[in-house]
């Protein structure tokens, strides 16, 4: 994705990424967490940030018109600790079935670039994934950079 993206600071004292996206609705902030599952697997959390309360909604649509730039933010984020983090895999799965069909189109969008620097799965009915098929349907995905 060659798509401008919103400057990301690492908070160290809670180990996520935060960003401001800033649109229509005003000033929004993001963050994206990896939780390690098990050995070298960490799923991708993301979602709204409420810096009271310190809670993240990743059910929260805040349709602030910057759809395009906060994906492309959180895929460069992904990336970034794909390369920083060798051997580890990404899991990611939507919190909704909307937000799992937009990762497929994205995969699917920008498979070509990504095929030759990342190991795609799909995951079908939570069973063991498979390599990643263009125009294929997944439920969730792993992803792990080449090197």
Known sequence: MNEPTYTVKFDTDNDYYIFESIGQNGSIFKVVVFSKIKNNIY???????????????????????????????????????LSENPMTYIYIEGSTSLRT???????????????????????????????????????????????
């Open 101 to 147: 069909q937009l990762y497929n189109r994205i995969l699917n969008r920008n498979y070509d670039d990504l095929i030759n620097q990342y190991e795609i799965y799909g995951y079908k009915n939570d069973v063991i994934p498979e390599t990643f098929q263009k125009n294929t349907l997944y439920e969730s995905f792993l992803i792990r950079k080449l090197f």
């Open 43 to 81: 799923n991708l959390g993301f979602g709204d940030y409420d810096l009271q309360t310190k809670a993240i909604n990743d059910k929260s649509v805040s349709d602030n018109g910057d759809m395009i730039k906060i994906l492309a933010t959180v895929i460069e984020i992904a990336l970034k600790f």
